[in-house]
């Protein structure tokens, strides 16, 4: 039954309008790198080809006019769990148009990636099966899970995730539980590196997330909890080792409310909050993540809450904006999206008001486009 289901979804998703081809006139722009105070951008099937304020016009083009609007790349969540094609619905209704899947089950991966080119539906990139050890965190969630005792089964579990046509890796290093070793999960990141994948980690003590960074690890999808890092030991870091950090912030916070008073042995907000300024002012790449359905945390519009929480960290509302855009297609090598430029796909998001001074207007009206046509 839950194939059948799964199939009229996917016959849904494919049903889609003929290619869009338009100009947004008189617009301003975030090009996922800086802002354009007024422009237009002209699309042709699918694609975007001009970014101009002289663009011309003729009688036969579709114009749309932008004043008194923004318009943005859409966005990217960078750590979610996805079960199933209504997951990736959800998230492009709120514009987030592609996610960054970090463990769960290929067979069912293997499908709904076959929706990437369905208007209604983001794009949808996975790890495949988590590295964990037996027992691990991970193993919990009811599938059969592979799992590694010692440095000698990463080559063929990394073998087995290529296969698999894996986009990333993720490796678990949670203490709280049976945990892997050192060693494994270095062996782990170096065979990664040799298939060419990334390799992310899951950490929840500063002490691991030092080791894996030194190890090589490209990024960590969790920020720590239990102590605050000294900022010549960032910047040293910073300065040695290349690789992105994905705080899922609202995670984390949630995740102390659930705990009540057993949170009160990790870090508070603000200390919280500091980490990550203090991560973005190393020069490090900070992306937006949020995790779901832990927590009861959505698809779509939670990530607006997490961008908010960058923002309150003390990040610059151009930076928190890279950091659900081009941060995550940059760090994921996601091509042609994150960006408004020539050449890319038009995937962007057209808003009421100036997102680039008031965050709280992606959650009011909007218009989003998936390879120039509008998700409904």
Known sequence: MKY????IVLCIGF???AQNSFVIKNIKVFDGESIIESTSVRV???KITAVSKALKTSKKDTVIDGKGKTLMPALSNAHVHAWSPLSLKEAANAGVLNVMDMHGMELYQGMMRQL???TDYARYY???YAATAPGGH???FGFEVPTLSKPEDAKQFIADRVK???DHIKIIVEPWKTTLDKATVAALIKEAHKAEKIAVVHVSKLEDAITVITNNADGLVHIWWDKVLDTVQLNALAQSKTFFVIPTLLTTLKAFESMGAGADQFLTKP???AEVKKMYDASIPILAGTDPPNLGINYGTDLYKELDLLLESGMPILEVLKAGTSNVSNAFSIENTGYIKPGFNADFILLEGDVTKDLKVLSGTKVIWKMGKQVK
């Open 4 to 7: 059948i289901v799964f199939a």
């Open 15 to 17: 049903v889609t309008n």
């Open 44 to 46: 042709v099937e699918g």
């Open 116 to 118: 990437k080119d369905s």
């Open 126 to 128: 996975v790890a495949g």
């Open 138 to 140: 991970g193993t919990q």
């Open 164 to 166: 698999a046509d894996v």
């Open 271 to 273: 200390q919280l909050l």
